[in-house]
């Protein structure tokens, strides 16, 4: 169809709008902020609607569309790169689209909500707020591009744009420190992120070579249609531990250590708690919408790759990783006082139940979560950013108004600081409510079924055992499904601490709602947070028909979701229970804290992980960089450096001597010579032809003087002149006749 | 007509002269009218002399003649004033000291 | 020597005298009556050429009225002359010189020159003279005629405007 056709091959324009914006804030529009938030709207904006334009275009043609075989290609450039060719383009097939049905829209609910964020209009506005725009919109137009790649290689490199602005927006208020050595500060935490997502990376350029080397191409087209997957399955690899591997096992593994790194899995994971440290939005938009879905998504993509070796170790890696993950960090939720870190170990969690899913080969459902989990984690981090906006509005009225006095540290995201805000700012808490059912897993909210899909998916493939074996999924289950509970349980408990009581301190008692350039897109985002799970019901699963018509739809299972909803329901009553019917009162310790006692010490620092990566990793890298400079500057490169100096300083010395010296002299020498002879010149000048003008002059003034008597004024005279002439002139002709 | 033409002539180119003499070196003004007025006469019988012996049937040299006066009297009229009026504001006929154009 | 030379030899001598005494003679009003005294020389060289006329008119224009008016002049003028004043000015020699020079060379021309070559016309003389010459005046020579009107117009206008008192 023509109108499909049209909108397909204006493809390459999605990532293109908000890196325009990008760049005309850089360059242009940074101190207008006004303009700035316009520009970025703009090109979320128009990549929003040509995103959806897509997406609803593409229901017209699945069958075409489904990857890996179907897609409809906008090829860009063709790169001759020595014997084979690289062919950089985008296209559009299902995955894509569903995926542009999330992005921009996500995107722009962050983007709408940015403005009020960083305080535009008020006296309290981000001193960098233009910037932020600018990062936010490149951050934007990385996920844009990646979604849209149709080969590795401009995947990857969209990938780390991400990375990129993932540090300058995590970093964005890098002038913040702590009183508290152990905190960490935001620019730490950006390098922090940047770093370790770094090392899943470098594993994933691995991974790229690997298949560029064995396919010689890397496009999706080349590397996952059968042949080739075929070929990369019976290709062997000799490893030194592990012996004889699978081409494809193999870079399956490296590719998913790109998406270990990208999607916080175990042990990759701690940078995302630390990201916290950037500005909410910025949470919401990387950490919980876009970024950390990219590895999903890679992965997803290269879902072909991950099953071509039947019962590979690559699946098996996979959903060990997944579901590990996803219970560590709910585990380490259940401790958090802060907000936003209790958001970011779910996200943790929630990424590892979309891994662990594609481990067991429930590619509908994880992509469904992701979907549904970009919605409702962005409303929740929204929502949280709303909440902590509000009560820091309330400190500082606090702080301004009764004494007047330097504001004491405050941490307005410690929700130990908060509660009752569910009368001080309904919307908030309301949509926030909304977001958190949506997680635990409520039914008929979206995270229900999504999550009763994986759940349903893993029983299912436990008790039949295709192609996944046995074991796996049965881990997957059990272990998803007692994170399920813990999910609900830190839910409530967060819900209860944040909105449920009375105000813990006088700054949440005067915290007020948030404007609603914040509040509507949280209620979208609610809005979609309920509807969005309705098109996933196992009964009609709209994403079955889109992305997955070549698998097997999992059916629909009431015991597991029975199961779920028990635990769902039970762990949102227990943290209720806890936290709800009693709320606690200020300066009250957590309950959690007396009956899990030192286990809620161990869980609250995140198992010391951080400190373990520190002394295995971190330390050693720095004394042997001390080494290193040190070896460097005093022994190498300084002693070498200088006398390079030196040796430079002595010829050019010379030279310069020699310099004046001649150079000079002959300069000199010409412009005494010059000067001389224009001396010369000017006294040939003076002299001869002034005394030609001169003399000139005295003769005809000599002339003039000699004349002058004749006018004596008196007319006889000139009578007797002109007489004597005529007489004269009579004498003459007369002569003449005479002769 | 016994005379010859040129006795007449003689006497009238004598006369011019006389006249001539007395405008270029008399000191009065009036005096050097006078020999303005004696020029005039002199020239006034050199063309009745050549109409007389040369074309007496044209009239031509009796009307310059007759012009000649008509000149003459005009100009002595208006010389006359003149000299009346530079004497009132000069106090002077000398014409050596009427030389204001010196220079 | 007929009777016409001699009454042309006493005539040219009148006036001769008459001219010397107007330039050479101190007295201005001498000088004066020495110029009538040649006006009435010439008055009757004109006679003696058969032109009445103009003999008569010589008498009363030049006579009477031009040497009337230099008299009056004179007088009017006469205090600042004193009469033991000379009366030539530096210049006289060299005008002196030219005048006799050009008498030299006009005397020559005219007297050993033209007369040889001009014919001598019969006497031609009109019948009535007085009025070939009036008729002459308004009819042949009447442009000439007015303009001597106009002429003698400025003159007398030009005249009044000077030589009145402010």
């Given at each position: ?40 709207w ?31 290609p ?18 559009v097939d ?10 921009p ?31 936010i919109?490149l ?10 790649s ?79 997957l075929?070929m ?46 950037g ?8 950490h919980?919408?876009?970024?950390v ?14 099953v ?13 990783i ?20 209790v958001l ?7 990424l590892?139940?979309m891994?662990a ?50 504001e004491e ?47 349903a ?9 295709h ?11 059990l ?50 947070a ?29 015991f ?9 329901v ?59 400079s ?5 022994w ?32 000199n020498?010409v ?11 000017g ?32 007319v ?8 004597t ?15 | ?10 006497v ?33 019988i ?6 007389r ?43 050596e ?7 | ?30 000088a ?36 009337i ?27 002196l ?30 019948e ?26 400025v ?12």
């Open positions: 169809m023509e109108i499909r056709d049209f909108f397909f091959n204006l493809t390459w324009l999605i990532p293109l709008f908000p890196l325009l914006a990008f760049a005309l804030i850089v360059l242009w529009a940074n101190p207008n902020r006004k303009l700035s938030t316009w520009l970025a703009m090109g979320i904006g128009l990549s929003w609607l040509l995103g959806w334009t897509i997406f609803f275009l593409s229901w017209g043609d699945i069958h075409h569309l489904t990857p890996p075989e179907g897609n409809h906008v090829p860009l450039w063709t790169l001759p790169t020595g014997s084979s060719v690289l062919k950089i383009g985008f296209q299902t995955l894509t689209a569903l995926m542009l049905f999330m992005v829209f996500v995107c722009l609910m962050i983007f709408i909500y940015s403005k009020g964020y960083m305080g535009y209009g008020t006296n309290q506005v981000d001193s960098r707020y233009s910037r932020f725009f600018a990062y919109s951050f934007a137009c990385g996920m844009l591009g990646l979604i849209v149709d080969n590795l290689l401009t995947l990857f490199i969209f990938w780390e744009i991400m990375g990129l602005c993932s540090y300058l927006l995590i970093g964005f208020w890098y002038e913040k420190s702590y009183p508290d050595p152990n905190r960490i500060t935001p620019k730490e935490a950006g390098l922090k992120a940047f770093l370790t997502t770094r090392v899943g990376d470098v594993i994933m350029l691995l991974g790229l070579l690997l298949l560029y080397s064995q396919v010689g191409s890397l496009s999706f087209m080349d590397v996952f249609n059968h042949e080739t075929d990369l399955a019976h290709k062997m690899v000799v490893l030194p531990v592990f012996g004889s591997v699978p081409v494809a096992t193999l870079a399956a593994l490296l590719l998913f250590g790109g998406a270990m790194g990208k999607s916080a899995q175990f042990p990759l994971h701690v940078w995302l708690p630390d990201a916290m440290e500005p909410t939005p910025v949470s919401a938009l990387i919980a919408a876009t970024m879905s990219a590895g999903v998504y890679l992965v997803a993509r290269s879902f072909p790759l991950f071509a070796v039947h019962g590979g170790a690559q699946l098996a890696v996979v959903a060990f997944g579901a590990f993950t996803a219970l560590f960090a709910s585990t380490i939720a259940v401790a958090q006082n802060d907000i936003k870190r970011a170990y779910s996200t943790i969690s929630q590892g139940y891994i899913a594609l481990g067991i080969g429930a590619y509908i459902a994880a992509v469904f979560h992701l979907i549904n989990h970009a919605f409702f984690k962005a409303l929740l981090f929204l929502g949280s950013g709303s909440v902590i906006h509000g009560v820091e509005h309330g400190h500082h009225e606090v702080a301004h108004g009764h004494h007047g006095h330097e540290a405050f941490d307005a995201n410690d929700m130990m600081n908060m509660g009752g805000l569910l009368s001080k700012m309904p919307r908030t808490a309301w949509t926030f409510i909304i977001g958190g059912g949506a997680l635990a897993g409520i039914v008929p909210l979206a995270g229900f079924w999504s999550k009763d899909e994986i759940l998916h893993a029983w299912h493939e436990f008790q039949h055992g192609d996944f074996g046995t074991f796996w999924p049965f881990f997957v289950w272990l998803l499904t007692i994170a399920a509970a813990l999910t609900a349980f830190y839910t409530a408990r967060q819900i209860c601490l944040a909105f449920v009581g009375r105000p813990r301190t006088e700054a949440a008692q005067h915290a007020h709602e948030s404007p609603p350039s914040m509040t509507w897109p949280l209620m979208l985002l609610a809005f979609f309920v509807i969005l799970g309705l098109f996933g019901t196992p009964w009609a699963n709209q994403f079955h028909h889109l992305i997955g018509e070549a698998f097997e739809a999992t059916p629909f299972d009431p597991v979701a029975g199961l779920s909803t028990v635990l769902a039970g762990g949102m009553a227990l943290g209720w229970l806890v936290y709800g019917r009693q709320p606690l009162a200020a300066g009250q310790v957590d309950p959690l804290k007396r009956w899990l006692g030192p286990v809620h010490t161990v869980l609250e620092n995140k198992y010391y992980l951080d400190e373990l990566y520190k002394t295995i990793f971190i330390r050693p890298v720095i004394w042997l960089s001390h080494i290193f040190k070896f460097d500057y005093d190498v490169i300084n002693r070498i450096v200088n006398l390079a100096g030196t040796v430079t300083v002595f010829v050019s010395e010379r030279w310069g001597e020699f310099d004046l010296v001649i150079v000079d002299g002959l300069v020498l412009g005494r010579s010059g000067a001389s002879f224009s001396r010369l010149s006294v040939v000048d003076l002299n001869i032809v002034d005394g030609i003008v001169n003399r000139i002059g005295d003769l005809i003034k000599a002339g003039g003087r000699f004349l002058r008597p004749l006018q004596t004024g008196r006889q005279n000139y009578l007797i002149v002109a007489a002439t005529v007489v004269v002139l009579l004498g003459w002709y007369l002569v003449l006749s005479v002769l | 007509m016994d005379v010859p033409l040129s006795w007449y002539l003689l009238a180119a004598a006369l011019f002269c006389m006249g001539l003499y007395g405008v270029l070196s008399r000191r009065n003004a009036v005096a050097i009218l006078m020999g303005v007025e004696l020029m005039l006469n002199a020239v006034n050199n063309l009745v002399t050549f109409w012996y040369v074309a007496p049937e044209a009239m031509a040299g009796q009307v310059f003649a007759v012009l000649v006066y008509t000149v003459a009297a005009a100009e002595a009229a208006v010389g006359l004033a003149l000299f009346i009026a530079i004497y009132r504001s000069r106090d002077t006929v000398v014409v000291d009427i030389d204001l154009m010196k220079g | 020597m007929s009777v016409e030379h001699g009454v042309f030899i006493v005539l040219s001598a009148i006036t001769l005298v008459g001219a010397w005494i107007v330039i050479a003679n101190r007295n201005l009003y001498r004066a009556l020495g110029m009538v005294l040649s006006f009435f020389g010439v008055a009757g060289l004109y006679a003696l050429l058969n032109v009445g006329f103009l003999a008569v008119v010589q008498v009363l224009i030049y006579v009477g009225a031009i040497s008016l230099i008299i009056f002049a004179i007088m009017l003028t006469r205090q600042v002359m004193d009469r033991e004043v000379v009366q030539r000015n530096s210049q006289w020699f060299i005008s010189l030219v005048a006799l020079v050009l008498f030299g060379v006009l005397g020559y021309t005219l007297a050993f020159r033209v007369a040889d070559q001009w014919a001598v016309g019969g006497s031609g003389l009109p009535k003279p007085i009025e070939a010459l009036g008729e002459a005046l308004v009819t042949t020579y009447a442009l000439p005629f007015e303009v001597a009107s106009v002429l003698l117009l003159a007398l206008v030009g005249a009044i405007v000077i030589a009145r008192e402010k």
